[in-house]
């Protein structure tokens, strides 16, 4: 369910954003994780409420969020 409300959600924000299948992949891409992956995340959490399932979704979401921090190396 989530993933085919983030593609409906890509498919109503891309032609706001003037982004067409003519632009560069890397382009549409870089959009892509600036817009739909936070829209996909909010979207996951607010269905797993409306399930009853937000403490698993949340932690879903964070150890998802965790693979984008900067790893600290150990001194």
């Given at each position: 369910?989530?993933?085919?409300?983030?593609?409906?959600?890509?498919?109503?924000?891309?032609?706001?954003?003037?982004?067409?299948?003519a632009d560069p992949f890397w382009y549409r891409?870089?959009?892509?994780?600036?817009?739909?992956?936070?829209?996909?995340?909010?979207?996951?959490?607010?269905?797993?409420?409306l399930f009853g399932q937000w403490s698993f979704f949340w932690g879903f979401v964070k150890k998802?969020?965790?693979?984008?921090?900067?790893?600290?190396?150990?001194?």
């Amino acid at each position: 369910v989530t993933g085919f409300s983030a593609l409906y959600a890509r498919k109503l924000i891309f032609p706001l954003l003037g982004i067409s299948d003519a632009d560069p992949f890397w382009y549409r891409m870089l959009i892509w994780l600036v817009t739909i992956f936070p829209i996909y995340n909010i979207l996951l959490l607010a269905y797993g409420a409306l399930f009853g399932q937000w403490s698993f979704f949340w932690g879903f979401v964070k150890k998802t969020m965790g693979r984008f921090r900067r790893s600290e190396k150990p001194s």
